[in-house]
């Protein structure tokens, strides 16, 4: 029995093809862009060393900046908006309402869908001539609040940040949801026979007990609006004047349109410690809580 | 105590306060799948109908021929095909090498198992940004951009973690009994893994599937990076130079966002409480 389970040769087939594709193309690069971010280079022959100074341009870069902005905007978006929407409709079909399976196979049908598909369908939506969004608004005769959504300034960020909420509103439903239906039912039997409310029950047990899927929830939703490119990518490609620009679309434009390497691989850099930072941060809040 | 505890409360405001809730509930439905029902509509319309104000309306005459343009002259069935191939590859691959490796971690005795393990899991915490580049210098020297495998080998990679982490989970709670006699008789180990284990953990490679492939299916970054071929484009590569096209049609864009949206959602029609599983085994990491 042992002999068989400790078969070398067997261990070997079984692990290594995975070890040599996992380490060659999820950790290795992790290295090599810390690397390519010490240098100056535009891809071609070889880069100069120059230490920091990539990072020094980038917190002096108002554009940079600019777009780290705009995505903790979109982390408070999700942590203010879309995590209170998400944990009211969980908590509602967790207390076994009529239709619940139904409601929650809806809520989550747009998760699913390609973000790519989801920024294109938002695009027509605000359209300015002929969306839903201003036919909306004229047939309730609010006429006077169409405009162009995306094209300006002042509503363009705000317009990107709504389509995410409403995509994955349903995700964070679905894991409260699990987290909420999987606290034992006697100790709502125990909360109604010492007459609490719905209400309170809800503040007083369930959130409470709910907190290892809140941090998942809170913690995704900080990494995710971190990392978010495909949205923006599509929807205004980071414009009107880079107004709705995120980290992760300034690093594509920076290595792929301008070419310059080593700033680029700068800020991928940055936005994997942004990640790593806030999970740790995170997990210690809810840890002294 | 229960009774005086249901008396205090009257059942008129209850009743209103359930309709409350069931008008909040279908609302929130509605905005949540309207959109989608919107873009199926617009998806069957002509121009000019789009264009007349009447936007949000049932169309007035069904118009397939706009999924038949979006198909043929549009490239989507390319796309399309392209999709299904990389992301069937991947899944295939996540499977056979994510199983093979969870089962000898898990089920086998050697020294550094739970090194490795722990080396695999960090792998959920890095973004795909931080391989774009140094990926694509690489793919470039070796001549891969452009070619199927620029996306396949990148993809098995990244679901590589989620993979070993669900279906590890699931291989520790087989009984020992079963290995013991399937070896006594007289199976390898080969055997017992792949004819008595594997079959065992079918929901745990339903769930990894289903992972698998919608984040193949969605992908965005590495596609439109590494392949700029029209040839070798997926699906959400291919929309975008579709809309660009098509820029004023939105009858043929909207039917080529249905083609690429509606496979997903069939999947989940069909299996909806798997779906909603994975996605919650994969979120609960631990």
Not at chain 1, 83 to 96: E, R
Not at chain 1, 114 to 136: E, F, H, M, R
Not at chain 2, 81 to 88: P, R
Not at chain 2, 106 to 127: D, E, F
Request: net charge positive; proline share 4%; charged share 10%.
């Amino acid at each position: 029995m042992n002999s068989v389970f400790s078969n070398k040769t067997a261990i070997a087939i079984f692990v290594l093809p995975t070890l040599l594709i996992f380490c060659g193309i999820v950790l290795v690069p992790i290295f090599v862009s810390s690397y390519y971010s010490v240098l100056d280079w535009n891809g071609v022959g070889k880069g100069a060393f120059i230490g920091l100074d990539n990072y020094v341009e980038m917190f002096k870069d108002p554009r940079a900046l600019h777009s780290i902005r705009n995505s903790f905007l979109f982390a408070a978006a999700s942590i203010f908006i879309q995590l209170p929407l998400s944990l009211l409709l969980a908590l509602i079909l967790a207390s076994s309402v009529k239709g619940e399976g139904f409601y929650r196979t809806v809520y989550f049908i747009p998760v699913l869908i390609s973000t790519v598909v989801i920024a294109q369908l938002w695009s027509k939506i605000y359209n300015a001539d002929y969306g839903l969004l201003n036919t909306l608004l004229e047939n309730i005769g609010l006429s006077e609040l169409a405009q162009d959504w995306l094209g300006q300034k002042k509503t363009a960020l705000a317009a990107s940040f709504i389509p995410t909420l409403w995509q994955y509103v349903g995700y964070h439903m679905l894991l409260m949801y699990a987290g909420a239906k999987s606290i034992s039912q006697d100790i709502f039997e125990a909360a109604k026979i010492d007459g609490a409310s719905r209400i309170r029950t809800a503040f007083a047990i369930t959130i409470p007990l709910m907190k290892p899927i809140l941090k998942v929830c809170l913690v995704f939703s900080v990494i995710g609006a971190f990392k978010v490119f495909d949205l923006v990518y599509v929807l205004t490609g980071g414009g009107p004047l880079f107004a709705t620009e995120v980290p992760s679309t300034l690093m594509y434009t920076t290595i792929f349109n301008t070419y310059r390497y080593g700033y680029g691989s700068a800020i991928s850099v940055f936005i994997i410690l942004e990640c790593l930072v806030f999970t740790v941060i995170i997990n210690k809040f809810f840890k002294t809580e | 105590m229960l009774s005086t505890a249901e008396a205090r409360l009257p059942k008129r405001p209850q009743f209103i306060g359930k309709i409350l809730l069931q008008v909040f509930l279908i609302i929130m439905a509605i905005v949540q799948i309207y959109p989608l029902i919107w873009l199926a509509f617009f998806s069957l319309k002509d121009n000019s109908e789009i264009f007349s104000g009447d936007v949000a309306s049932f169309p007035k005459k069904l118009l397939w021929s706009n999924y038949a343009k979006a198909l043929s002259d549009g490239n989507v069935m390319n796309y399309f095909n392209n999709s299904v191939l990389v992301t069937v590859a991947s899944i295939l691959l996540v499977l056979i090498l994510s199983s093979m490796t969870a089962y000898a971690i898990t089920r086998m005795n050697w020294k550094l198992s739970n090194t490795t393990m722990t080396l695999i899991l960090l792998g959920m915490m890095v973004p795909i940004h931080a391989a774009l580049l140094p990926l694509f210098m690489v793919l470039k020297n070796l001549h891969l951009l452009n070619t199927y495998w620029s996306l396949i080998i990148p993809y098995v990679a990244f679901g590589i973690p989620m993979a070993v982490f669900i279906l590890g989970s699931f291989f520790k709670g087989v009984p020992r009994e079963m290995e013991e006699s399937a070896v006594m008789d007289g199976c390898g180990v080969y055997r017992t893994f792949f004819s008595i284990i594997l079959p065992l953990i079918r929901p745990a490679i339903a769930t990894v599937a289903i992972f698998t492939f919608l984040s193949c299916w969605n992908e965005l970054m590495f596609a439109v990076t590494f392949i700029n071929d029209t040839h070798f484009q997926t699906l959400t590569v291919g929309m975008m130079s579709m809309v660009g096209t098509y820029i004023t049609q939105w009858g043929i864009i909207g039917a080529g966002l249905m083609i690429t949206t509606v496979p997903t959602v069939l999947i989940y029609l069909l299996l909806n409480k798997q779906v909603q599983k994975s996605m919650i085994a994969g979120a609960v990491k631990g």
